[in-house]
């Protein structure tokens, strides 16, 4: 009797660990979904890209001169407009190499983010921002209302590379 007792016994205490494993909630993942980064059809996590961005771009110890770095893509208009502010005064060459450095972290930014996108080169911003025609202004923040006083102002076509200002510098390079 004792022997049946306890096999009665070890197959209910089987069984209940059994029925306790089958269940889903064993391992239950729980994430919300305002966790999730909300995906353009284009594949680009924007909100998540911008912050990436505007980490890289803002921070003081690699560029001491940046005050803030704003950018605005509209497709309808085909523009991708970069606006580069700084807290103190830069040279024009350190404005030119500083707005492709942007722009191009920008492109590559993407490019990490789906595959669809090739990174920027030599002759590239990025294969996304290549369909835009890319309008970029570098000025000091105080003196942004001032057009005057803008270090850099230049708009390149969609589909072609130079550096920024070369037109202007009469050093237009031919693709």
Known sequence: MKKLFRAAVLMLLCAGLLCGCTKRT???????EEDLPVVSEDGIAWEQLWADWTDVYQDKDFYPFAETVNASISPEDNLAEF?????????????????????????????QQTPRYSDPGETSFGSYLDQYDIRVLVTEDSTKADSSTWILEDT???????????????QAESQ
Do not use: C, M, T
């Open 83 to 111: 606006f580069l502010l700084l807290s103190k005064p830069i040279s024009r060459e350190e404005a030119i190499e500083y707005a492709d450095e942007v722009i191009k972290g920008l492109g590559h930014l993407i490019a």
């Open 156 to 170: 390149v076509p969609a589909g072609q590379y130079r550096k920024f200002g070369a037109e202007q510098d009469g």
């Open 26 to 32: 064993i391992i239950k993942r729980v994430q919300d």
